[in-house]
């Protein structure tokens, strides 16, 4: 039995990147590799300009909201959070916090982590604008504004998990809700995620809803991959129980860490012993905005489906294994590519097939997503049409689907270059094979012995016709015609 308890809480910050434009001003919200070439004057805090709320950053927000069974406010406020930055160009953020503003409290979220179904609260989730990107080398530092005021949604939650396992299970989950509501990319390679990780330990045999005996709270802060989570979190369990082991972690102050990559390791950054005077106030130059339950009753109908929706119904309708539904709905581009090869008349579990284990390996492999590559899912259709109706083999239609993505060709065309059509018309074949048994008589004797030559027929017969011939009508005319002899 373990001697400790781990406490884990997580603040997942991501961007909401489905709208036009950024929470506060007309510069267009997307994602730029250009430094400093999305900025509006409103987001450089020049003097004279005031922010403009995006009413489709806060409908995404309580969209979020919503799903996660939160409750929203009566009223919706924004408020300044003061402090200093070279990332935060008007010496404040606006955000949302110490009025009853955020846009849902007391949430929750079921999730699925080896195969155990969890539950994790919601504190709460706010909507705020982000800062810029700060990049740090040896002698100096650089600010990109492209992300000033990007709108981000701070989701807050109670410290639910007890291991990596779970904390990553759930931002997983997350993401994916994220994408399948159309709220977020959600992508991390694009800095669009971002997450700070709060761990303590206890031991084992004390009550845990006593914060008494709770241990020293640790903040990591501003991970930026889900990899990074996992291993933030096993590294700093790992430090507090020797700490504990050694009889340092009473002492230990709470503090504020960071997850360095490089040693694989959390640095101390500051203690945090009192909790910063950010001096908050409602934002003067937004007003107060009055939450209708008709508006709220409208963003509730237009929730599209989400993953768990799916997974249910490739189970269920579909007849898929909760393995293949899981792998198709863990990525939202992978399921609607597998949707739209539904809608163009695939077979439900020979489109799953082709997904799961021939597709997915060769995006795996090349480190690419479904959207990067030439293939449609019409094209898939297309090749599973041929192999049902005797054009290709099954081996041929793997040669056919590489070449397609390689060449960048239709699959008909590929096919057409390759000489890959099936031979499948009885009255070519026929004279061919009695072509080739006549040649071979005295093998057809030794046939009768028990002697196996039939594949050597077979063979004689791709190989006049590079393997293009029909394989069971091959066999089929064969056996007639050597009975005939």
């Not at 994790?120 to 992300?147: G, M, P, Q, V």
């Not at 009550?207 to 991970?223: F, H, L, P, R």
């Not at 082991?245 to 860490?257: A, F, I, V």
């Amino acid at each position: 039995m373990n001697k400790y308890k781990v406490l884990i809480g997580l603040e997942m910050h991501c961007e909401i990147s489905e709208t036009n434009t950024k929470v506060f001003s007309g510069a267009e919200n997307s994602y730029k590799d250009e430094p400093n070439s999305n900025i509006r004057p409103v987001d450089m805090a020049f003097p004279g300009t005031l922010p403009v709320v995006n009413k489709e950053a806060i409908k995404k927000a309580l969209m979020a909201s919503l799903i996660l069974d939160c409750k929203q406010p009566e009223y919706i406020y924004f408020e300044r959070k003061n402090y200093y930055y070279p990332d935060l160009p008007k010496g404040f953020q606006i955000t949302q916090e110490t009025k009853p503003a955020p846009m849902g409290i007391y949430g929750r979220l079921e999730y699925e982590c080896n195969g155990e179904i969890k539950v994790a609260r919601i504190n709460n989730i706010h909507l705020e604008e982000d800062s810029a990107a700060t990049d740090h080398f040896e002698s100096y530092s650089t600010i990109n504004y492209n992300r000033a005021g990007v709108p981000l949604l701070e989701l807050v939650t109670e410290p639910d998990f007890r291991s990596a396992d779970e904390a990553v299970a759930f931002l997983e989950t997350m993401r994916s809700i994220y994408q399948y509501a159309g709220i977020s990319e959600a992508d991390s390679m694009k800095g669009q995620v971002r997450c700070d990780v709060n761990v303590s330990i206890m031991d084992s045999d004390k009550d845990e809803t006593d914060t008494n005996n709770w241990g020293t709270k640790i903040e990591i802060k501003n991970v930026n991959s889900f990899g990074g989570v996992r291993e933030a979190i096993n590294y700093e369990i790992g430090r507090q129980i020797a700490l504990k082991e050694s009889g340092e972690y009473d002492s230990m102050e709470q503090q504020t860490r960071r997850w360095d990559e490089e040693s694989a390791t959390t640095i101390y950054m500051r203690g945090k012993v009192d909790a910063i005077d950010y001096k908050y106030f409602v934002e003067p130059n937004i007003p107060k905005y009055k939450l209708s339950n008709e508006w709220l009753e409208e963003i509730r109908k237009s929730i599209p489906t989400l993953p768990n929706e799916r997974k249910e119904k490739y189970i269920k309708e579909y007849g898929l294994s909760e393995v293949d539904a899981k792998t198709i709905i863990k990525d939202k581009k992978i399921s609607d590519f597998y949707e739209r090869v539904i809608e163009a008349g695939g077979d439900v579990k020979s489109g799953a097939n082709w997904i799961t284990s021939i597709i997915l390996g060769y995006l795996n492999k090349t480190e690419q997503e479904i959207t990067d590559i030439y293939l449609t899912p019409e094209m898939l259709v297309e090749i599973m049409n041929m192999i049902n109706e005797g054009k290709i083999s099954s081996k041929q239609s793997k040669d056919v689907l590489n070449k397609v993505i390689e060449d960048k060709k239709e699959p008909k065309k590929v096919v057409k270059d390759l000489g890959m059509t099936k031979i499948s018309d009885e009255n070519i074949l026929r004279p061919m094979i009695v072509e080739i048994l006549e040649s071979h008589l005295e093998l057809i004797e030794e046939h009768r012995k028990g002697r196996n030559v039939f594949d050597f027929f077979v063979g004689q017969v791709m190989k006049q016709t590079r393997g293009q011939a029909d394989p069971s009508l091959t066999a089929k005319i064969l056996r007639e015609e050597i009975e005939k002899r």
